[in-house]
């Protein structure tokens, strides 16, 4: 076992892990951060997207000791500061861009990086951004107009299903 630490969400922390556990796992399991999910551990479908030293990262491909000292986000440190959801977080809500949810943090972390690196992608620059997260109920839609919305673009509402 070693003591693995790093920043997450903004506070410091450490956990004891075994050489070979996953990022996703030590967050998890070992920190109690359980809104990053695992889906297919082969990392194909992206539903466990965090992003490290600012990069977004599927956790079931890294290593937790490869994380030591790094400043980790997970979606739980997307809200804002009251607790409230942060931006795209509200945006998939409001236009529809999550069904079950499963995918939904990895979407969202997913949505956060494009738009940190390109603030005003055209939809089919969101549709290829996506192509490494799987959503098996949406169809995607939704999901693409709910970037839109939080990247500022104007996108017609959206009726409840």
Known sequence: MTTI???VNGKQMRADAEGNTLLVEYLREGLGLTG??????TSQCGACVVHVNG???KSC????ADAE?????TIEGMANADGSLGTIQQAFQDYHGLQCGFCTPGMVMIAADLLKNNPDPSEQEIRDYLEGNICRCTGYHNIVKAIQAAAGQSVPAV???
């Open 69 to 73: 000292g790094a400043e980790i986000t």
């Open 159 to 161: 009726a409840a299903e």
């Open 36 to 41: 990053t999910h695992v889906g297919c551990d």
């Open 61 to 64: 491909s890294m290593f937790a």
């Open 5 to 7: 630490t790093m920043t």
């Open 55 to 57: 990069e977004a990262v």
